[in-house]
């Protein structure tokens, strides 16, 4: 992991309680990680946090990569776009 990429994580986790999402995000990666929970961020945050998790940065998304799913967010706004299983 060069050194930049290294930086880029580190703003996306030094930012982690700006995270969030709307009602349709919510619903959507309950739906698409199949989750019967009810705090989908907290999740998602956990797993962005997780040491495992493997982030990078494409144009305006970040693509954080942990356990066999992919979260997608915002790099602007910090919302959680949406989240699926990796085939």
Do not use: F, P
């Amino acid at each position: 992991m060069d050194e930049n990429t290294m930086k880029e994580k580190q703003v996306l986790l030094d930012n982690i309680d700006k995270i969030h999402t709307t009602e349709m995000g919510i619903d959507r990666i309950r739906k698409n990680l199949k989750l019967d929970i009810d705090d989908v961020v907290d999740y998602c945050k956990n797993k962005v946090l997780d040491k495992a998790c493997s982030i990078c940065k494409q144009g305006k998304n970040w693509y954080c990569e942990i356990d066999n799913i992919k979260i997608t967010i915002n790099s602007y706004s910090y919302t959680i776009i949406t989240a699926h299983i990796l085939k």
